[in-house]
């Protein structure tokens, strides 16, 4: 069993930034690819990026490529994202997922065994 919390969320004017936190409990952390959802009011969550157990390897949606980075931190049993140049459509809760079964990551929600509890991210324009 793997416990996330995020943190990290708030009220940001466009193109500022933000970082955003996973914690997580367990050593088995380690070993799980870890992923980042979005949702926003009304909309299906949606998938943000994705990074391998190790680190090596990263994806992310190309609504996000350039703009944010997925980092890792298994020594601390940490996920970040951290988010650049924020654009209003960024607004949505954030939700950390840990995947026990592929060792990168993947783009859909249902592969995620692990979830947060989200933290909101409000982008004014």
């Known amino acids: 069993q793997v416990q996330l919390v995020e943190s990290g969320g708030g009220l940001v004017q466009a193109g500022g930034s933000l970082r955003l936190s996973c914690a997580a409990s367990?050593?088995?952390?380690?070993?799980?690819?870890m992923g980042w959802f979005r949702q926003a009011p009304g909309q299906e969550r949606e998938f943000v990026g994705s990074?391998?157990?190790?680190?090596?390897?990263?994806d992310y949606a190309d609504s996000v490529k350039g703009r944010f980075t997925i980092s890792r931190d298994n020594a601390k049993n940490m996920v970040y994202l951290q988010m650049n140049n924020l654009k209003s459509d960024d607004t949505a809760v954030y939700y950390c997922?840990?995947?026990?079964?592929?060792?990168?990551?993947?783009?859909?929600?249902?592969?995620?065994?692990?979830w947060g509890q989200g933290t909101q991210v409000t982008v004014s324009s």
């Open positions: 367990g050593r088995s952390f380690r070993t799980y690819a």
């Open positions: 997922a840990a995947d026990r079964t592929s060792p990168y990551g993947r783009v859909w929600d249902t592969a995620y065994d692990f």
């Open positions: 990074i391998s157990w190790n680190g090596e390897y990263t």
